[in-house]
């Protein structure tokens, strides 16, 4: 094992949205539409709308408030949904503007400089575009070396992108390798489902993985990893430049796509996707404990991807076998809401610094794919 985890960085937008006030953008877009549809409800032609509720998302997934680049359009029940205005090709784009944001963080943590990183991987569910690779262009924003692409796993991008890390790492190609998670969920969120208007947040995360020989003397050793992916269509975004077949473009970006075709945007089958999931990466978290010859119950902590809380209770319990404190499974779902494959780093990078010379934890992530990664990391020095 020669490829170790040396820091991490988190940026977070200024904006930030409760439950409250989400409820109550959503519960006067639902009596707009109803007073709008008003004939063809009374004729039985269409369902009305039904309010959502602050106390039933709370309870239902342990969320009380995102973070957000654009808040007011959200909250505006004529928009429901972020406005990001587009950028020229002449500057630096938004992704690449907050990923390049949250690696400056890490690097400097580790006082790295950015011409000694050999590769950046932009691991994240939703890139805004084909090509050129965002990540060529925080390449170009921090000035590294080497090469860069991006990758997209989905929630599990950030776990998959510090495997693919290491591999680079062993193979030779690179001694510092950034691995960045921009997540601008909101921008496939459909504000105005209210089964899923809620879950939702905007962040960016980075996770610097380095050569043993280069890393700082305080660092993470990985001491096991296994990652598992497995065909679902319970957790879908069929986004994509295939499926461009809104002609409007009102030059905002993440529009297209919107106008009507809201299978375009996030869609799931949470009940399922409970269900499914948890006794899937509780499996996993398992039969790797048992492979590296690790008692679960030494891990000191867990920093699992952040979806839906009582999901993360209840692998713990699983893998534990008793109930969890709260410390040992920590929880940004409640100021972040879910953030993708940002979940589990915003975790360890807020919650770690206590861990002592020899301690063990484990980041694990999870969702569409579905994907699964568990990455097992001992604190050193
Ligand atoms: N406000 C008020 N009530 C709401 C509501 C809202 N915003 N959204 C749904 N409800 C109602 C439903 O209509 C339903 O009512 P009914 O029982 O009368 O039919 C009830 O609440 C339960 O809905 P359900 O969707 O079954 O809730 P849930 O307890 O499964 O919680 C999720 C929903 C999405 C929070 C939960 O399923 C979940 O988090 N699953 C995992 C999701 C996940 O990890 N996804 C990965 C994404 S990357």
Known sequence: MTAVISSTGLWT???SISNEELVEGFNAYVDKWNTDNAAAIEAGELDALTYSNAAFIEKASGIKSRFVISKEPILDPNIMAPRIPARSNDEPSILAEIAAHAAKQALESAGRKSEDVGAVIVACSNLQRGYPAVAVEVQSILGTSGFA?????ACSSATFGIETARGLIAGGQAKSVLVVNPEICTAHLNFKDRDAHFIFGD??????????????KAHWEIIGSKLITQFSNN??????FLNHTAPEDDGMQGERGRKGLTDKLFVQNGRSVFKEVVPMVAKLINEECETHGIDPNNLKRMWLHQANLNMNVLIAKKVLGKDVEIEQAPVVLDEYANTSSAGSIIAFHKYSDDFAEGETGLICSFGAGYSAGAIFVKRVA
């Open 235 to 240: 957790i879908r975004n069929n986004f994509g």
């Open 13 to 15: 937008p200024e904006q």
């Open 149 to 153: 692409f991006d990758m997209n796993v």
């Open 203 to 216: 962040v960016a995360t980075a996770i610097l993985v380095e050569h043993i020989n280069v890393a700082p």
